[in-house]
């Protein structure tokens, strides 16, 4: 069975300094992996995504995940964080021998001024 | 914007009722997934429809059903409401299935009293 876990439920970070938000993953076949950002009272949005190659992954607003197959883990990553990251962060996945998603239960990024 | 458009955005109505909710996939996506996000079961992907035929399902209740109709909008029919089912339900689209980046509706909140 598919299943992602976000061991936090919250991460404060200040401003300036490096953020991590945290993300493990089961499946069965090749994952592909994702984050999205959900901002109050909106829809998520896409942030990036890992298919294949290389393993560290650049998306939107500076931030970045590494895949890391033996841990199996895809943990988002941004050198300095901002005040406006402040939001809900959320991991999906998807094996490679189906075509449903499973999304992580969400990691709230608290950044201090 | 994503250009996924959902409607009503809000829905109140009382428990036993039936209630329909809409939505219109970004131009040239075939693709449509509906999720279900509580507090207490986090996002949950309920099933998807690719270019008008099932594709995938999730934790989806028999009292729900979905289609995709000709021209790619799709709605999500819920019937003999519970409280329970309070929650807010979005739509997404993408350009086909599989590892495509989802592009995610506003959302619509519906409350069952």
């Known amino acids: 069975a598919q299943s992602v876990a976000q061991p936090e439920d919250q991460v404060n970070v200040a401003e300036g300094n490096p953020l991590t938000v945290k993300c493990t993953y089961s499946?069965?076949?090749?994952?592909?992996l994702f984050w999205y950002v959900q901002y109050p009272n909106r829809g998520l949005q896409f942030l990036l995504k890992?298919?294949?190659?290389?393993?560290l992954v650049k998306g939107s607003y500076g931030f970045e995940a590494e895949f890391n197959k033996s841990q199996t883990s895809f943990h988002l990553k941004k050198p300095s964080a901002l005040v406006s990251d402040s939001a809900l962060y959320f991991c999906?996945?998807?094996?490679?021998?189906?075509?449903?998603?499973?999304f992580g239960t969400g990691t709230r990024l608290k950044v201090l001024a | 914007d994503s250009g996924v458009t959902q409607t009503p955005k809000h829905l109140i109505t009382a428990t036993g009722q039936r209630v329909t909710l809409r939505c219109s996939p970004r131009?040239?996506?075939?693709?449509v997934y509906w999720y279900q996000q509580s507090l207490d079961q986090g996002l949950q992907f309920l099933i998807q429809?690719?270019?008008?035929?099932?594709?995938a399902k999730g934790n989806i209740l028999e009292r729900f059903s979905a289609q995709q109709f000709p021209d790619l909008h799709s709605e999500l029919n819920l019937s003999s409401l519970e409280l329970g089912d309070s929650a807010l339900y979005f739509c997404?689209?993408?350009?086909?299935?599989?590892?495509?980046?989802?592009?995610f509706g506003p959302g619509t909140r519906l409350t069952v009293l």
């Open positions: 997404a689209s993408s350009a086909s299935v599989g590892a495509d980046t989802q592009y």
């Open positions: 499946v069965s076949g090749n994952p592909y």
């Open positions: 890992y298919i294949t190659g290389d393993n």
């Open positions: 999906a996945v998807r094996g490679s021998g189906t075509y449903k998603y499973i």
């Open positions: 131009s040239g996506d075939l693709s």
């Open positions: 429809y690719y270019n008008g035929e099932e594709r």
